[in-house]
């Protein structure tokens, strides 16, 4: 975690995210990226053509006092030691973030979330689902500000062993950053419901297979996968959730879901995603 990105928008949780970025840069000796997307407002001639409304000295005027205040939250919030770059753009935000994330070699993007719930969440979600839904690097979901050690890290995994190697091993080297206690479980529901003593015998498997350290294994039983993430990190004292996500969009997305989105958007733990796709595979 060489280069930590930010995305700030002034609000409660960015600027909690900001903070624990900082947190972590001091550790991981870091760079903050602190990134800031003005979205413009446009008027609609039809239902396809939108037309900027915008004048440029109005765009001036915002960026000045967008910048300032970028200044402001740096000079309260950062250490010393840690560089903090600032930069600001127009545009959509999740897809300016993402271009962001790839042109930078950023490492990590940590953003705050209020989550998105019922309409607003089915229709268009947050702009952190759109990220952990998009992004290529790993992503850190903060709810609200924590300076404790994360000492307990949840993983849930469905212990298939096809393109998991990638996820497991950046999972290792988060629990290794943290030095923190992982604890790998399976949400045993109906609908794939398998006995204990199977189960128990494929998570000693997966472990073994990936090296894994410093463990526990688990079965948690509850009817939904959702829930019951978010139940067992409860009764674990998880401080983090780390899961992987498909990255879908479109009409899969709205048929099939993503848990990992999901359980970002319904639990107030920090929670860390990062993609199953493979290399250079469109979501």
Not at 103 to 121: L, N, P, V, W, Y
Not at 125 to 133: D, L
Not at 164 to 177: A, I
Not at 213 to 218: C, F, I, L
Request: aromatic share 8%.
């Amino acid at each position: 975690m060489k280069n930590i990105l930010v995305p700030c928008d002034f609000s409660e949780p960015s600027v909690d995210a900001f903070r624990v970025a900082i947190n972590i840069a001091l550790k991981a000796k870091a760079i903050v990226h602190l990134i800031n997307v003005i979205e413009l407002p446009v008027m609609y001639d039809t239902l396809l053509m939108p037309v900027l409304n915008f004048e440029a000295a109005m765009m001036e005027e915002v960026k000045e006092k967008t910048e300032n205040e970028l200044k402001k939250l740096i000079g309260k919030y950062h250490a010393e030691s840690v560089k903090v770059i600032a930069d600001l753009q127009f545009g959509a935000p999740a897809p300016k973030i993402l271009e962001y994330a790839q042109t930078k070699s950023i490492d990590i993007i940590i953003m705050g979330s209020h989550g998105a719930q019922g309409f607003r969440e089915f229709m268009i979600g947050s702009n952190a689902e759109k990220i952990v839904r998009g992004s290529t690097v790993p992503v850190l979901v903060v709810k609200a500000y924590t300076e404790g050690p994360i000492e307990n890290i949840v993983f849930p995994n469905t212990l298939d062993t096809e393109r998991q190697e990638d996820l497991v091993n950046k999972v290792k080297d988060l629990q290794n950053f943290f030095n923190a206690k992982l604890h790998i479980v399976y949400i045993n529901t109906p609908l794939h419901f398998t006995a204990d003593n199977i189960t128990y015998a494929r998570l000693a498997d997966f472990a073994d297979r990936y090296g894994i350290e410093n463990y526990t294994a688990n079965v948690y039983n509850h009817p939904d996968e959702e829930e019951g993430i978010i139940q067992f990190a409860d009764k674990v004292r998880g401080d983090l959730i780390a899961i992987g996500t498909h990255g879908r969009k479109g009409i899969a997305h709205l048929v099939s879901g993503s848990l990992a989105e999901d359980v970002t958007n319904h639990t107030d733990k920090l929670i860390w995603t990062y993609s199953l796709r493979n290399k250079g595979e469109k979501a």
